[in-house]
Structures are given as C-alpha cells and as structure tokens.
C-alpha cells in the first residue's frame, strides 16, 4: 500500500493493472468522499491536489466548513483497572499528566512501525 500527502489529507493509493491506472481515495475524513485516478504518478499528483482544492472551494460556496483531516482529540476507552495501570506507569514515568504520557508512547511505537515498514 502507498500513501500520498497533502495539507494534512492522506491518501490510500492502488493500482489496477487491468485498467493500467493508479486509483486514491483520501481516508482521513469520514463525512465526505474524495477519490481520483491518474494513468501517471505525475498525473495522479495533480489529480489528488486538484480534487483537495476542488472539495475545499466547493464547501465554501455551499457555506459549509470542510471536513478538516484531524481534531486533534482522540478518544480512548478502558478498563478501570488499566487506566490506573496506565495513570501510575505515566506518574512512575515522570509526567504529571497521562494526557502527555500516552501522547509520547503512542508517538514512540508509531514512529517505531512507521521506520519498519520503509524498512521492510
């Protein structure tokens, strides 16, 4: 699987050999549908960007604030007994708050798989 990039919308990119062209579908966003093809990576480029400012120009003449890729909040459900768990690991830790504390694990093991798979 590949991936494109662009003001902070990422994209899943295939190809179909039977139709000799490359497919994305924009996948941070739920509400809206963004996808677009190119038979080159050039072409695919400028189609992916086109389509990005074609969605964002066109919810502005609606009216309507375009889906934004990320919020920024994350929603994280447990069990009592591992957000105590979690809660002590964070203060054993040295951070004051579980927020930072699970900011910095989390941002650890995804730069750690991030490096495997461009390794592998």
């Known amino acids: ?7 902070g919308y990422i994209a899943q990119i295939e190809y179909s050999e039977e139709d000799d062209e490359f497919f994305g579908t924009i996948v941070n966003i739920s509400k809206d549908h963004i996808s677009f093809g190119g038979s080159t990576v050039k ?13 964002i120009k066109h919810c502005k003449q ?13 929603t994280f459900r447990t069990t009592p007994q591992e957000h ?10 040295g951070n004051r708050s579980l927020n930072e ?8 093991e995804a730069e750690r798989r991030l490096d495997e ?3 592998s």
């Open 1 to 7: 699987m590949s991936i494109m990039k662009y003001k």
């Open 62 to 74: 609606l009216g309507l604030e375009p889906e934004k890729p990320y919020s920024g909040r994350i």
């Open 43 to 55: 072409q695919l480029k400028k189609h992916m960007l086109d389509a990005i400012e074609g969605h």
């Open 117 to 119: 798979a461009i390794t």
């Open 101 to 108: 504390w699970m900011e910095k694990v989390l941002i650890h």
């Open 84 to 93: 105590a768990l979690f809660v002590e690991a964070a203060f054993r830790s």
